[in-house]
């Protein structure tokens, strides 16, 4: 079986503000994907469960987004060989560095790719690069994306500089 789906996990249905961000790229890309809410505290054996099927269940790249503790990236990536992207999400009064750092902070042998805090657009976008290797189709759609911004920085160049003529 090919796995061409990505999966976005969340720790809480209280991280969906943040991880829709991912859901909204992945579509932008007409990437598969599929949205669950497992929690690494609450429902272990569900994570477990979870990460040992992945594979099975045609999933090629896991995105991970959690607050506070933050352990549910590290639970998947622990139990999967599939690449696991981790979101931290900003949601305790320290402002999402406990999440960063829980996720960032792998032991070795058990990576976990790590975006900013509340930074579900560019980890979908990771897994589009990480999907892209072996799907040229894939691969232009992500170089015209990158075009596009580019274009985007020279309209809002021109726009900036005639309007400091003006001033």
């Known amino acids: 079986m090919e796995n061409k789906k990505v999966a976005i996990l ?7 503000g943040v991880m829709k ?3 909204n790229i992945l579509r932008k890309f007409g990437v598969e994907f599929e949205v669950s809410v497992i929690s690494a505290h609450r429902t272990p054996e569900r994570a477990m469960e979870f990460a040992k099927n992945a594979e099975t269940q045609g ?5 991970a987004g959690a607050g506070k503790a933050a352990h549910l990236p590290g639970v998947i990536a622990a139990l999967t060989t599939l690449p696991v992207i981790g979101v931290p999400i900003k949601s305790s009064a320290l402002d999402g560095l406990d999440a960063l750092l829980s996720i960032v902070q ?5 990576p976990v790719a790590t975006v900013a805090i509340d930074g579900a657009k560019n980890a979908a976008l990771l ?3 990480i999907m892209a ?4 189709g894939l691969k232009a759609k992500l170089k015209e994306y990158r075009e596009s911004m580019a274009r ?11 309007e400091v003529k003006n001033v």
């Open 10 to 16: 969340m720790g809480s249905d209280s991280d969906y």
């Open 21 to 23: 961000d991912a859901l």
């Open 59 to 63: 999933f090629s790249v896991v995105i």
């Open 106 to 110: 792998m032991p070795p042998g058990v």
């Open 127 to 129: 897994a589009v690069e």
């Open 133 to 136: 290797l072996n799907d040229p």
């Open 152 to 162: 985007e920085v020279v309209v809002k160049d021109e726009k900036i500089k005639d």
